[in-house]
C-alpha cells in the first residue's frame, strides 16, 4: 500500500462508533461538493470509512465502486445502524470476496477488512445500482434518490393540479426533475432553476429536462442564496439523512419565501399530517390550501 492514496470518508459516521479519519475526501453525494466513487481511478484510495447508506441496490453500489477504487491491501471500515443494513454488511462483503470482522457498537455493525487482491460480484452491483432509463416512467432514474422507481403521489398530485406559471423560476429538491419538467410545459416560464442536495438527482435531471430554459445546482438550500424568482414550486422534503425532520421543509418554505421578489407565487405539495401552515402564514403575505386530497394538501403562497 503507498502512502500517497486518497483518505476516503462516505457520509458521516459517527464518531463515537469508529475513528473517522482527519483530512479525507468525502464521496457522497448528498453533501455538494464531494467527489464521485464512481469517477475516482482504480486502486487510487488508501483508505475508506463508510457510513453505509440503508437502500440494498445503493448499498451494494458504492461498497462495490468504494472496493474498486482502493487499492490491494488498503484498509477499510463500513458501518450501517444495525435496523438499516448494518445486519446485512459482513455478508455483502463477503459476496464481493472480502474477508471480514464483525463489531456491533452503538446500535450499529462495524465491518473492518482490507481490499483483497481480487474481488467478485461488483460488475453486478455497479449496473444493479447505477444511473439508468426507468422503462414505465421513461425517465432516468438511479437506486438511492428519491422515490427513484415509482412517481410519488405527491409529485403526481403537483403535477396534475399545477397552474399556467410565468417568468423566472425554480423547483426546490426538485430530484430527477419531474415537477420541473410539467412546469416547463405551462404557461410562460421564461427559465427554471432545479436544485437539489443529491448529485446523483442533479444528473438525472439534466437527463430528463432538456430544455434551454432549465439550469441544474447541486446545492443544499439551506445556505444557497436564490433571489428574484417568480415562482417556486416543491415537494418539500422531511427526512435528512434518512431520520424525519420536519424543520427541513420549514426550511424550504423560509428559503422559497426569502428567493421570491414581490408578487410571486410558491406551490407546494407536503404529506397531511404535517403542519406547514404555521409557517407559511408568516412568511408569505398570504398562503392558502388549494387542495387535500388522498393523503396530500397542496397550498398556493404569495409573497
Ligand atoms: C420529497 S423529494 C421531491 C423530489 C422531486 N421534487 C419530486 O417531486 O419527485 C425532496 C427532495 O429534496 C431534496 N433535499 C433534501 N434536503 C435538501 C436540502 N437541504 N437542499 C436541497 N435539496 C434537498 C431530496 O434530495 C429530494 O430529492
Redesign the pocket.
Known amino acids: 500500500m503507498s502512502d500517497a492514496g486518497t483518505i476516503a470518508i462516505y457520509g458521516a459516521p459517527p464518531s463515537d462508533a469508529v475513528d473517522v479519519p482527519k483530512d479525507a475526501t468525502q464521496f457522497s453525494p448528498l453533501m455538494p461538493g464531494a467527489s464521485a466513487l464512481e469517477q475516482q481511478a482504480e486502486g487510487s484510495l488508501s483508505e475508506l470509512v463508510m457510513l453505509a447508506p440503508p437502500g440494498t441496490l445503493e448499498r451494494r453500489y458504492v461498497i462495490a465502486q468504494a472496493l474498486r477504487a482502493l487499492e490491494t491491501g488498503a484498509p477499510f471500515t463500513i458501518l450501517a445502524p444495525k435496523d438499516r443494513g448494518g445486519t446485512r454488511l459482513r455478508k455483502e462483503l463477503q459476496a464481493f470476496g472480502c474477508t471480514v470482522q464483525e463489531t456491533p457498537r452503538r446500535h450499529h455493525r462495524i465491518v473492518t477488512g482490507t481490499r483483497p487482491e481480487s474481488l467478485t460480484n461488483i460488475d453486478d452491483a455497479i449496473a444493479d445500482g447505477g444511473p439508468r432509463l426507468i422503462d414505465d416512467l421513461g425517465v432516468w432514474s438511479q437506486p438511492g434518490?428519491?422515490?427513484w422507481d415509482r412517481l410519488?403521489p405527491g409529485?403526481a398530485m403537483l403535477i396534475e393540479h399545477l397552474p399556467p406559471l410565468r417568468g423566472r423560476g425554480a423547483?426546490f429538491?426538485?430530484?430527477i426533475g419531474?415537477?420541473a419538467h410539467a412546469a416547463l410545459s405551462t404557461g410562460d416560464v421564461t427559465d427554471i432553476l432545479l436544485?437539489?442536495?443529491?448529485r446523483r438527482?442533479i444528473a438525472c435531471a439534466e437527463h430528463n429536462v432538456v430544455d434551454p430554459r432549465a439550469r441544474f445546482l447541486w446545492?443544499?438550500?439551506?445556505s444557497a442564496e436564490i433571489s428574484d424568482l417568480d415562482f417556486v414550486i416543491m415537494?418539500?422534503?422531511f427526512h435528512?439523512a434518512g431520520a424525519e425532520d420536519k424543520s427541513?421543509a420549514q426550511q424550504f418554505i423560509k428559503r422559497a419565501a426569502l428567493a421570491l421578489g414581490k408578487g410571486g407565487v410558491c406551490y407546494m405539495v407536503a404529506n397531511r399530517h404535517l403542519p406547514y401552515e404555521a409557517i407559511l402564514t408568516p412568511a408569505f403575505k398570504r398562503a392558502a390550501l388549494m387542495i387535500e386530497t388522498g393523503g396530500y394538501k397542496i397550498y398556493e403562497a404569495h409573497t
Open positions: 434518490v428519491f422515490s410519488d409529485t423547483d429538491g426538485c430530484g419531474l415537477l436544485t437539489d442536495i443529491d438527482a446545492a443544499d438550500l439551506r415537494n418539500a422534503p435528512d427541513l
